[in-house]
Structures are given as C-alpha cells and as structure tokens.
C-alpha cells in the first residue's frame, strides 16, 4: 500500500499557548476569550426575545470550551443595554448536594436581589 494512504502526524507549535481553565467575569472578559460573536449575538437575541417573556437556558460544550465565558459575556452586554430589565439567577447543581427548599431560596433571594437593584436605579440613577 503507497505511504500517502496512512495518516501522518502533523505538529502545529502555537507560540504564547498558555492553557487556562477559568470563566471571565462578566464584567472584565478575558483576552483570549474571543471568535465567539456570531453564537454571543444568538445568545444575546434569544435572551432579549419578546417572544419569551421567561425561561431556563442551557448551553452545552466541553469541558473548558468557554461556556460559563460565553453566558457571562452575553449578560453582561444585555445588562449594559437594558439596565435592571434581567435577573439572573446562577444555580451550580454540580457542585452541592442542594435540596429543592435549598434551590428555592436561591431563587427567591436573586430576585429579592434584582428588585432592590433595580428600586435603587429607579430613585438613586
């Protein structure tokens, strides 16, 4: 069989690489997060929808593909044009053994949260 019928190895140096495994905040994003407009203006459309007046979101990927990146940079943009209209509610099943009266208070104090934030831009903005 010819030699240019097997895969061959191929390395690809990336200069400056470094690895890293952090979300940006939502109010400083990272360098390096970037590529992602098209997707973010999805995002970004189907969360100010006035088709949907509420809902739960999911956004899957890999491991460090830049998910949680991707969620807060989008917030961040539509908090920037829409001061005080979104509440955002952050619930990391993951990583705690959370009890519905657990997630419900949660809940409850993001939008106790979201109203006084939004009481105080009305009468101090």
Same mark, same amino acid.
């Given at each position: ?51 949907? #007046? ?18 807060? #940079? ?10 005080? #209209? ?12 959370? #009890? ?26």
């Amino acid at each position: 069989m010819p030699d240019y019928s097997y895969p061959k190895s191929v390395y690809v140096g990336l200069d400056h690489y470094e690895f890293f495994h952090s979300p940006s905040r939502p109010e400083n994003v990272d360098k390096r997060f970037r590529g992602r407009a098209e997707i973010e203006k999805k995002l970004i459309s189907i969360l100010a929808s006035d088709q949907v #007046k509420s809902g739960a979101y999911l956004v899957t990927g890999y491991r460090g593909a830049g998910k949680t990146s991707l969620v807060n #940079k989008a917030l961040n943009s539509l908090n920037e044009r829409h001061r005080n #209209k979104y509440v955002t509610i952050r619930i990391n099943l993951g990583h705690e053994d959370l #009890k519905e009266k657990d997630i419900l208070k949660l809940i409850a104090n993001a939008l106790l949260d979201g109203y006084a934030n939004w009481l105080l831009g009305e009468y101090y903005c």
